[in-house]
């Protein structure tokens, strides 16, 4: 990579909006995805109910976010 390249400024790689928001939707996939195995791991092992007040919250939080993400997504070039 050359240094003089317009994706560097002061030394840092400078990565595009849709890039950004791309790992964004993904990071928040993992994490609702590790949530949801937590929750299906207490479901087998200690027979608590799978959808309960924390499911349900992570699964809001990923839908919101996932919402945002989708509409800024949009309105990149």
């Known amino acids: 990579m050359n240094r003089n390249d ?13 890039k950004f928001l791309l790992i ?4 928040s996939v993992a994490v609702t995805a590790i949530g949801i195995g ?6 087998y ?3 608590k109910p799978f959808i ?3 499911t349900m919250g992570l699964l809001t ?15 990149t070039e």
């Open 6 to 18: 317009n994706r560097y400024r002061n030394g840092l790689l400078i990565m595009s909006r849709k």
């Open 24 to 27: 964004l939707l993904s990071v």
């Open 38 to 43: 937590f929750s299906i791991y207490n479901y």
């Open 45 to 47: 092992i200690f027979n």
């Open 52 to 54: 309960n007040s924390t």
């Open 61 to 75: 939080a990923f839908v919101m976010s996932t919402a945002m993400i989708i509409i800024a997504l949009s309105k």
